[in-house]
């Protein structure tokens, strides 16, 4: 399984967590099946993309059938790791920081904010939504159980330092949330995620594009 998922497209692995996430609503409900349409509908992807998604691992449905729910949650869930628990680390625990430990991907079983740092002596000490905050200085030291990702939600002078530390700590993923492109080794996957750059192209389409 894991050399099949190195050949699929990224853009499809993009999209197999929010499959996952529809597929676990339609489980709770207790439906069996569903169709690529549906699935469309929901999901807001056009149905021959799902189709082609799907098709990379395999028979997965059956024309004039769709898809059976719960074959393809496990299906899914064994795909993106569903059953290892993630550790997750926080680092910067302003207003966004805050936010985030609160939320602490409360809809994800495997997926957890396990330490948060930052620099503020009044924060570290502290617990914010469970998390207990230590000194930015302790990285290396506190035990991060197996955490391989880390959140950075710090001031963008701070973000490229930052996440060399982080790097120099083991970390091999980094979720950054400030707008500096960060430079890393080739080997460590960065996502960047920029409200305010996604605001502004909201606006643009919006004005340009509309529906």
Known sequence: MKSEQLKIPQATAKRLPLYYRFLENLHASGKQRVSSTEL??????????????????????????GYNVQYLLSFFRETLDQDER??????????????????????????????????????????VGDVPVYHWDELQTVGLKSA????????????????????????????????????????????????????QALVYFLKHYPL
């Open 40 to 65: 469309s509908q929901a999901v807001k992807v056009d149905s021959a993309t799902i189709r082609r998604d799907f098709s990379y691992f395999g028979a997965l449905g059956k024309k004039g059938y």
């Open 86 to 127: 993630t550790n997750v680390i926080l680092v910067g625990v302003g207003n966004l920081g805050t936010a985030l430990l609160q939320y602490n991907f409360s809809k994800s079983n495997n997926t957890v904010i396990t330490h948060a740092f930052d620099v503020d002596d009044i924060k570290v000490g502290s617990k």
């Open 148 to 199: 391989s990702i880390a959140v950075l939600t710090v001031p963008a002078s701070q973000a490229q330092k930052s996440a060399e530390k982080l790097v120099e700590a083991g970390i091999n993923g980094i979720l950054n949330f400030t707008p500096v492109r960060l430079s890393v080794p080739e080997h460590i996957r960065v996502h960047h995620i920029d409200l305010a750059i996604e605001l």
